[in-house]
């Protein structure tokens, strides 16, 4: 018993897939037969009363042309056949006068004593003696069954006068109905012999129903095992194909989400193995010099104070790693969310230049701007910053730049075809330059030269800058020629006045 459950437990889609279809087939018989044998019953009982009305219309007929002619003799032999007939059919055939009639039928002509009829048998008499063929049905108490009744006019003269009495044929009906019984046991056979077929069959067709959910579950269990590699469809248009297309569909996307979620892991890695060594060096530098000021390895207060200077320093450094992570972990968070109002470039690049001038003043860098005219080139962002990203590229341009360089910041305004305007902003140094072969990876974390200018850079600044000019609609790029200088280029779209207005 254990065994069968755990196979029905096994198999449930294929046993609900038939016992589907037995129950449907079940019930589509039970209808099928219950409506079949009600109308095989009533069309069996219909035809039965047309025969007797057919006969008790030959024989009314017949009686009425004995009756008006006074053959009595012809009647009695006649009788005779009607005696026959009953036997025969079991049948019991009553010839009734009206003696509410002109002419009544004569009572040689009758076969039936008017005080032996029951109430229900007047209710045809009544209904012939008037002219029409009747017909009922129901418990008699005299037979103790259930009886069906025709009655029939006679007329001795012609048919449209008055009905001189009536034959009325008596059937017993339980005998009657052994007919439809046995109809109902041939149609009830029939209907356990096609269930039965329809058993064999719904075997066959649930295993070939279920067949194609075995083919899924493999294809899911490929996908469990993380086999994600694309599958031949054969035909896409049939519903187990669209099946086969989606779960192709889902294997691409588990695919591209397993390369996403190991690209992470990696730059995880790359992260901590970064941020461990950014910190290490400096947080080694500090242990050296502690110890050696615990230990009294420095004697004179000249010295002393050097090396608390570079304790300063190592602690600055670690400072500036610490809230350039910070700010990065803002900008890429994409819940962060940055309060925008208008902002002037044009008075940004005041602060910027200032900035920038005092960074090279020790370099004798120059730093020059050209700008449009009487024009506030309003974008909707965060001044402080937009003002933090323009002066890491102004400090990246003082630091590559050679000694009394130039730094040129650009700003023009560009017409769009929708009639918006673009704002183009260009900082440009005559420096070093990029190798070709740095290019790509300026925006990464942690990523620094290896020049002697970079050496105390966080490799995280070109980034934040970028997450910066993406937090505000706009896009960053780089141009570069070792030897000749470098140029970044920012795009973002300007904001009307009406719309710094109405933003205010």
Request: with cysteine; proline share 2%; hydrophobic share 40%.
């Amino acid at each position: 018993m254990k065994r069968l459950l755990r196979m029905f437990r096994r198999n449930d889609i294929i046993i609900r897939i038939y016992l589907s279809f037995i129950i449907v087939l079940a019930v589509t018989v039970l209808l099928i037969g219950t409506i079949f044998l009600k109308l095989y019953e009533n069309n069996y009982m219909q035809s039965y009363t047309e025969t007797l009305s057919k006969q008790s219309t030959v024989i009314a007929k017949r009686v009425g042309k004995l009756a008006s002619r006074g053959k009595k003799d012809r009647f009695s032999k006649y009788s005779l056949d009607i005696d026959e007939l009953q036997r025969a059919d079991e049948v019991d055939v009553w010839i009734v006068r009206n003696e509410d009639s002109e002419t009544p039928l004569p009572a040689e002509f009758t076969n039936a004593d008017t005080d032996s009829l029951t109430k229900e048998m007047y209710q045809v008499l009544d209904q012939a003696f008037a002219g029409e063929i009747s017909h009922n049905s129901n418990f008699d108490k005299v037979y103790g069954m259930v009886i069906l009744r025709v009655a029939t006019p006679i007329y001795m003269k012609e048919k449209n006068g008055e009905a001189a009495g009536a034959v009325m044929m008596v059937s017993m009906l339980d005998r009657q109905q052994m007919g439809v019984r046995q109809g109902k046991y041939l149609l009830t056979l029939s209907a356990a012999v096609a269930l039965i077929i329809s058993y064999i069959i719904a075997i066959g067709a649930s295993r070939y129903l279920s067949r194609p959910l075995g083919k899924i579950k493999k294809d899911i269990m490929r996908l469990v095992d993380g086999d994600y590699s694309e599958k031949k469809i054969i035909n896409r248009n049939t519903q187990l194909g669209q099946l086969e297309n989606a779960l192709d569909i889902l294997a691409g996307r588990l695919r591209q989400i397993n390369q996403e979620r190991e690209n992470l892991d990696r730059v995880r890695q790359d992260f901590f193995a970064n941020v461990s060594h950014e910190l290490r060096t400096p947080i080694t530098v500090l242990r050296g010099y502690s110890e050696a000021l615990a230990d009294g390895v420095v004697t004179g207060t000249e010295q002393e104070q050097e090396y608390y200077q570079r304790m300063v320093q190592e602690c600055q450094g670690m400072e500036r790693l610490v809230g350039d992570l910070f700010i990065l972990s803002k900008m890429q968070n994409p819940d962060f969310q940055i309060e925008k109002e208008p902002v002037s470039l044009i008075q940004i690049f005041e602060d910027v230049v200032r900035h920038g001038r005092v960074l090279g003043q020790a370099k004798g860098i120059s730093v020059t701007i050209s700008q449009p005219q009487e024009q506030p080139c309003l974008i909707m962002g965060d001044y402080d910053r937009l003002r933090q990203m323009f002066l890491i590229i102004v400090d990246n341009a003082v630091k590559f730049s050679y000694e009394n360089g130039t730094i040129e910041i650009s700003l023009k305004r560009q017409k769009q075809a929708d009639e918006n305007i673009k704002l183009l902003v260009g900082i440009t140094d005559h420096g070093i330059g990029i190798s070709e072969e740095q290019l790509p990876y300026i925006f990464e974390k942690f990523y620094t030269s290896k020049l002697r200018q970079n050496q105390n850079g966080t490799g995280l600044g070109l980034m934040i800058a970028k997450q910066i000019a993406l937090r505000h609609g706009g896009d960053i790029s780089v141009e570069s020629r070792p030897g000749e200088g470098t140029t970044f280029f920012f795009e973002f779209m300007e904001c009307s006045i009406e719309a710094a207005e109405s933003g205010l």
